[in-house]
């Protein structure tokens, strides 16, 4: 199977300083990695996800990296603001003999102070 | 997402007794997921579905089971609940194209 790692657990950071959260996989076979947001009481959100025929992708604020020699993909989030504080978790695929499944990484609790 | 539907929201219960958390889902999706949420560990898989007729043990389906009653629901059972089950827990739907759209979780307590 895939083993995922995310750090930190907690980051904390000024309202308008950048954030970056950190992911590496084990299985050189993945190509799919998605990242979500969970805010507190909801289920996890998909906010953006790379595949690994690219190295980077944006959309607004938010660009996700992947550095496939280093089997490690990063979160980057700008201009923080309030409203991003909450729990994202990044994952990685891999096969099984059912198919295409997903592992996830342990969380990254952010808060962005005001 | 408001497409996939977990009930209950809450659940407190005691040791010995039979539970399930229901799922329904109008993504029209084939493949369903049953995940359960501790702090600091993340979302471990417990079973999935990627058809009606089709069960597949995930990374700790001890002391849990699974029905895919149909297409659009896939409903998680603890058949004796004991308190280390005390956890969030979560159905997930998806396509064949991987990514997954998550309900929005049944916290359960046993005490």
């Known amino acids: 199977g895939e083993n995922v790692e995310q750090h930190p657990s907690t980051l904390s950071v000024q309202e308008g300083d950048s954030a970056v959260i950190k992911c590496t996989y084990s299985?050189?076979?993945?190509?799919?990695f998605p990242w979500y947001k969970q805010e507190l009481g909801k289920g996890p959100q998909l906010i953006i996800d790379i595949r690994s025929n690219v190295g980077e992708k944006k959309d607004q604020r938010i660009a996700v990296t992947l550095n496939k020699t280093a089997k490690h993909f990063s979160l980057h989030i700008t201009e923080t603001q309030p409203e991003d504080s909450a729990v994202y978790f990044c994952?990685?695929?891999?096969?099984?003999?059912?198919?295409?499944?997903?592992?996830f990484g342990g969380g990254t609790r952010l808060m962005v102070k005001p | 997402d408001a497409d996939v539907t977990q009930t209950p929201r809450n659940r407190i219960t005691k040791t010995g007794k039979r539970i399930m958390l229901e799922c329904s889902q109008t993504k029209g999706h084939d493949r369903m997921y049953w995940y359960r949420q501790d702090p600091g560990l993340g979302l471990r898989l417990i079973y999935y579905?990627?058809?009606?007729?089709?069960?597949n043990k995930g990374e700790i389906s001890d002391g849990y089971s699974v029905s895919r009653q149909a297409q659009a629901k896939f409903s998680l059972s603890l058949e004796s609940a004991i308190p280390n089950q005390t956890a969030l827990y979560f159905c997930?739907?998806?396509?064949?194209?991987?990514?997954?759209?998550f309900g929005d979780g049944t916290r359960l307590s046993i005490l």
């Open positions: 997930a739907t998806s396509d064949s194209t991987t990514a997954q759209h």
């Open positions: 299985d050189s076979a993945s190509n799919y």
């Open positions: 994952a990685a695929n891999f096969h099984n003999n059912a198919g295409n499944m997903l592992t």
């Open positions: 579905s990627f058809d009606v007729k089709d069960i």
